[in-house]
């Protein structure tokens, strides 16, 4: 299913997975992916309008960070491990 927004193209795939539905909005122009889900009985266009509004805050969001989701000059997660 697709919706076409001001935005561009949006893909969407919807998996009834159990009790809950999951709900995959794709932009058609960058790849960018995100997930959402919710109650499968629930209202789809809600989820639709989840995804989009995660979709549109995760491209922002890489927008702010130079394109990658750790940005440049941003310092490394810290954390265990690392390459030797």
Known sequence: M??????????FEFQRVGS????TAIDAKTGVEVTVAGPAT??????KR???NKL????N???DNGGAPGGPG??????RGGLY
Do not use: H, M
């Open 2 to 11: 697709t919706a076409a927004g001001g935005d561009g193209e949006v893909l």
């Open 50 to 52: 989840t995804a989009i």
């Open 74 to 79: 941003k310092p490394a997660p810290k954390g």
């Open 20 to 23: 809950y539905l999951r709900v």
């Open 61 to 63: 969001k890489n927008a």
């Open 42 to 47: 629930g209202s789809q266009e809600l989820l």
């Open 56 to 59: 549109r805050f995760v491209q």
